[in-house]
């Protein structure tokens, strides 16, 4: 057997098995991936392969696709979405559209998801579900629903609209191009519309009414943890001259800007003030006691005029904005107090916990009962849980504390609300450069990166955690193998095997048989890989059947974008993995139904609707 014959056999059966070992989950994503790359290393070292320009394979070669632009999009676009959340730059649109949803069924998501499908025809699929990402996942936790049950419907909603227009896709633009070049076939904008609605229109059937039953809600163990959140601290607000909340009158009992905490007590002086509140009108001196939840707290730390931003009014405390919330690195966390701690029977003040940790404790928690005093005037004791604002840094200091026991899943930063508009700016730019063309969408996502983080919306390290290392693998030891299958000529070979048995076929049979074959392997290559590969083999197997070459590449067009089954198999996919915690078997489970849909759907519709 020739050596280019085993190389081919040999690139076959790596393929195979790294297919195999992610579908099983027994190990890691990455060492799979990392695994593939090495056995093709090792493989082309072994048995020397000529390209078809003369040049041997190399290392080099199976290096590049970490390089790759599509992978850099999809890395920059994470981070660029991190710059989103970590500012709450979508929090008012989101907002609106949970309150629009509240009080109403799982099925709220739909319209939403409808949306996403017509952007997707006009826009660059990728932004597109970035931009909506954290607006479904707020939309789905308002009804009740796991992230998981709706991500990656999110992801193949776009995919189903970006097949129905010339630009809806790169592919698209790829295959036109490529076909105006060797053949008279010249598609615009609009040629295939139809035909892709119909198409597209079955697949949003599935995805819309079936999907959410297979999809299994999923849940990180911090998630899990943090789904008691409705848990209520006693905190304190003290009311200074030029506070947000002076002159503030109650109204049927309750104070407008305090809406998400339950007033428990206002100290005015020596004298309580106790609920009901009537005629009471806050002024310079007061303390306020409030029963609130983590979120009330985070989201009064982080607005511009910050409630919780004041003296406590004892002197031995400091001011309440001293963990840095001008430079937007303030992080909060929860900690117990341990038994035998030197915090028992003490109060905040006397324990003198700020001088001792850098920590502010901003509520108290406690689970027998929930003391209506002040919360400096509380004592201590073992199990109260302390939720505190500090730096990332003096937060981790605490696991080394005797005093407190640090509920590590529980630190989580307080956004930068002040650089939203800075956010919201940066991320409309990339997406109008991307979309109109202006600028390659890998330029226009670097440099959104780059912006996002010298403008302050996100430090280095925050953008380092928005990386995925499962995606930087996948990708990366994907393009790997599709460098591995076409020099060997096994990609070439497939198509040449197609051709050979489907000769004398009637034509419905040959386009079913292509939209299959364009489907299995565009899951696996990319979906530029597998158009670039078959868009010859179309057009030659129109003409050998004497066939007008628009249904062929049409259908090509339509299987390159079929991308459901692997997580590989689009940006967008990989995007939503990690938010929506799935594994390879999701994308199995959910995904191959969905091509099947598909495929029998064009199957049908496109013989009668070309006239075959």
């Given at each position: 057997m020739h050596s280019i014959d085993i190389a081919m056999v040999l690139t076959f059966v790596v393929i195979a098995a790294t297919v195999v070992l992610y579908a099983l989950e027994r190990y890691p994503i990455e060492t799979v991936a990392l695994g593939s790359v090495s056995a093709f290393i090792v493989l082309f070292t072994v048995i020397p392969v000529t390209q078809s320009d003369g040049s041997l394979v190399t290392t080099s070669d199976f290096l590049t696709g970490f390089a790759n632009p599509a992978l850099i999009t999809v890395i920059c676009l994470l981070i660029i979405g991190q710059g989103l959340f970590q500012t709450d730059a979508l929090e008012g649109p989101a907002k609106a559209i949970v309150k629009w949803t509240r009080g109403k069924s799982?099925?709220?998501?739909?319209?939403?998801?409808l949306v996403v499908a017509v952007l997707s025809a006009f826009l660059n699929n990728t932004p597109v579900v970035v931009m909506f990402l954290p607006i479904l996942t707020a939309v789905a936790a308002s009804a009740g629903q796991s992230s998981s049950q709706v991500l990656m419907?999110?992801?193949?909603?776009?995919?189903?609209?970006g097949m129905t227009t010339l630009i809806g896709s790169s592919t698209n633009l790829l295959v036109a191009n490529y076909a105006a070049q060797v053949s008279d076939l010249k598609l615009t904008f609009f040629s295939f519309t139809p035909i892709g609605l119909m198409v597209a229109g079955a697949g949003a059937l599935y995805v819309l009414f079936v999907m959410p039953h297979l999809m299994r809600a999923r849940q990180t163990m911090a998630e899990e943890f943090q789904a008691t959140s409705g848990k209520q601290f006693?905190?304190?607000?003290?009311i200074t001259y030029g506070h947000p909340l002076v002159g503030m009158e109650a109204v049927s009992g309750m104070f407008p800007k305090l809406k998400d905490m339950t007033v428990r007590l206002v100290q005015r002086g020596q004298q309580p003030l106790l609920p009901p509140f009537e005629n009471v009108v806050l002024g310079p001196g007061d303390t306020v006691i409030v029963a609130a939840t983590r979120n009330a707290l985070a989201n009064a730390l982080a607005s511009r005029q910050p409630l919780m931003e004041t003296e406590t009014g004892d002197g031995n405390t400091p001011a309440r904005d001293v963990p840095a919330t001008q430079a937007g690195s303030v992080s909060l966390a929860e900690v117990v107090v341990a038994p035998a701690s030197r915090l028992m029977g003490r109060t905040l003040p006397q324990s003198g916990f700020y001088t001792d940790t850098g920590c502010l404790v901003m509520g108290i928690q406690r689970r027998s009962r929930m003391p209506r005093?002040?919360?400096n005037d509380?004592?201590?004791e073992a199990g109260d849980v302390l939720l505190v604002a500090a730096s990332e840094d003096e937060i981790a200091r605490l696991r080394g504390n005797r005093d407190v026991l640090l509920l590590d899943w529980s630190t989580a930063e307080v956004p930068r609300r002040r650089y939203a508009p800075r956010a919201l700016a940066i991320f409309g730019v990339v997406v109008a450069l991307a979309a109109s063309g202006m600028v390659p969408i890998v330029s226009a996502a670097v440099g959104g990166t780059f912006a996002m983080i010298a403008s302050g919306c996100l430090n280095i390290r925050q953008a380092m955690r928005a990386i995925d290392s499962r995606i930087f693998m996948l990708v990366g030891a994907s393009l790997a193998g599709a460098v591995?299958?076409?020099?060997?000529?096994?990609?070439s070979a497939i198509a040449t095997t197609l051709a050979s048995l489907l000769e004398g076929s009637p034509p419905a049979v040959v386009l079913s048989a292509l939209f299959f074959i364009v489907m299995v392997l565009t899951n696996f290559l990319s979906n530029n890989a597998a158009a670039v590969l078959f868009t010859p083999i179309a057009i030659n197997l129109a003409e050998q059947i004497g066939q007008k070459p628009e249904a062929f590449v049409v259908c090509l067009i339509i299987a390159a974008n079929t991308s459901f089954a692997t997580p590989v198999g689009y940006q967008t996919n990989l995007i939503v993995m990690g938010p929506g915690h799935y594994r390879f078997a999701d994308f199995l489970r959910a995904g191959v139904p969905l091509a099947l849909v598909l495929w029998l759907t064009f199957s049908l519709i496109a013989p009668w609707y070309y006239g075959l």
């Amino acid at each position: 057997m020739h050596s280019i014959d085993i190389a081919m056999v040999l690139t076959f059966v790596v393929i195979a098995a790294t297919v195999v070992l992610y579908a099983l989950e027994r190990y890691p994503i990455e060492t799979v991936a990392l695994g593939s790359v090495s056995a093709f290393i090792v493989l082309f070292t072994v048995i020397p392969v000529t390209q078809s320009d003369g040049s041997l394979v190399t290392t080099s070669d199976f290096l590049t696709g970490f390089a790759n632009p599509a992978l850099i999009t999809v890395i920059c676009l994470l981070i660029i979405g991190q710059g989103l959340f970590q500012t709450d730059a979508l929090e008012g649109p989101a907002k609106a559209i949970v309150k629009w949803t509240r009080g109403k069924s799982q099925w709220a998501v739909i319209p939403i998801l409808l949306v996403v499908a017509v952007l997707s025809a006009f826009l660059n699929n990728t932004p597109v579900v970035v931009m909506f990402l954290p607006i479904l996942t707020a939309v789905a936790a308002s009804a009740g629903q796991s992230s998981s049950q709706v991500l990656m419907p999110l992801s193949f909603i776009a995919i189903l609209g970006g097949m129905t227009t010339l630009i809806g896709s790169s592919t698209n633009l790829l295959v036109a191009n490529y076909a105006a070049q060797v053949s008279d076939l010249k598609l615009t904008f609009f040629s295939f519309t139809p035909i892709g609605l119909m198409v597209a229109g079955a697949g949003a059937l599935y995805v819309l009414f079936v999907m959410p039953h297979l999809m299994r809600a999923r849940q990180t163990m911090a998630e899990e943890f943090q789904a008691t959140s409705g848990k209520q601290f006693i905190a304190q607000i003290e009311i200074t001259y030029g506070h947000p909340l002076v002159g503030m009158e109650a109204v049927s009992g309750m104070f407008p800007k305090l809406k998400d905490m339950t007033v428990r007590l206002v100290q005015r002086g020596q004298q309580p003030l106790l609920p009901p509140f009537e005629n009471v009108v806050l002024g310079p001196g007061d303390t306020v006691i409030v029963a609130a939840t983590r979120n009330a707290l985070a989201n009064a730390l982080a607005s511009r005029q910050p409630l919780m931003e004041t003296e406590t009014g004892d002197g031995n405390t400091p001011a309440r904005d001293v963990p840095a919330t001008q430079a937007g690195s303030v992080s909060l966390a929860e900690v117990v107090v341990a038994p035998a701690s030197r915090l028992m029977g003490r109060t905040l003040p006397q324990s003198g916990f700020y001088t001792d940790t850098g920590c502010l404790v901003m509520g108290i928690q406690r689970r027998s009962r929930m003391p209506r005093m002040a919360m400096n005037d509380i004592r201590l004791e073992a199990g109260d849980v302390l939720l505190v604002a500090a730096s990332e840094d003096e937060i981790a200091r605490l696991r080394g504390n005797r005093d407190v026991l640090l509920l590590d899943w529980s630190t989580a930063e307080v956004p930068r609300r002040r650089y939203a508009p800075r956010a919201l700016a940066i991320f409309g730019v990339v997406v109008a450069l991307a979309a109109s063309g202006m600028v390659p969408i890998v330029s226009a996502a670097v440099g959104g990166t780059f912006a996002m983080i010298a403008s302050g919306c996100l430090n280095i390290r925050q953008a380092m955690r928005a990386i995925d290392s499962r995606i930087f693998m996948l990708v990366g030891a994907s393009l790997a193998g599709a460098v591995a299958l076409e020099a060997t000529g096994g990609a070439s070979a497939i198509a040449t095997t197609l051709a050979s048995l489907l000769e004398g076929s009637p034509p419905a049979v040959v386009l079913s048989a292509l939209f299959f074959i364009v489907m299995v392997l565009t899951n696996f290559l990319s979906n530029n890989a597998a158009a670039v590969l078959f868009t010859p083999i179309a057009i030659n197997l129109a003409e050998q059947i004497g066939q007008k070459p628009e249904a062929f590449v049409v259908c090509l067009i339509i299987a390159a974008n079929t991308s459901f089954a692997t997580p590989v198999g689009y940006q967008t996919n990989l995007i939503v993995m990690g938010p929506g915690h799935y594994r390879f078997a999701d994308f199995l489970r959910a995904g191959v139904p969905l091509a099947l849909v598909l495929w029998l759907t064009f199957s049908l519709i496109a013989p009668w609707y070309y006239g075959l």
